[in-house]
Nanobody, 121 residues
Framework: QVQLVESGGGLVQAGGSLRLSCVAS????????VGWFRQAPGKERGSVAA??????STYYADSVKGRFTISRDASTVYLQMNSLKPEDTAVYYC????????????????WGQGTQVTVSS
């Protein structure tokens, strides 16, 4: 069983930045595709970004392109979020799977507990 732990969430003003981190209980982040999803109150969980195991292939949802950047090193996957907007407010989850980077929920097998991101206007 792989356990994923997110960190880095918090409260930030619109236009600000945050960096989220996702660490796995074992070194699966080096061999698995890792994705970020988010869920706002009353809304379905939606995709944000994903990165392949080698870091050479990425996926971004249209709503975050140009503002968010996903990256990884040997043990951690990061989500750098710039120019944050109030509509980015949500609980952010990281997930791991064996398929290529995508925004499809079912492509991911393991999920973290989430970290809250709140963007004030």
């Amino acid at each position: 069983q792989v356990q994923l732990v997110e960190s880095g969430g918090g409260l930030v003003q619109a236009g600000g930045s945050l960096r989220l981190s996702c660490v796995a209980s074992e070194r699966t982040t080096g061999t698995w595709t890792v994705g970020w999803f988010r869920q706002a109150p009353g809304k379905e969980r939606g995709s944000v970004a994903a990165i392949s195991w080698g870091g050479l292939s990425t996926y971004y949802a249209d709503s975050v392109k140009g503002r968010f950047t996903i990256s990884r090193d040997a043990s951690t996957v990061y989500l750098q979020m710039n120019s944050l907007k109030p509509e980015d407010t949500a609980v952010y989850y990281c997930a791991a799977g064996l398929r290529g980077p995508s925004g499809r929920y079912n492509d991911y097998d393991y999920w973290g507990q989430g970290t809250q991101v709140t963007v004030s206007s």
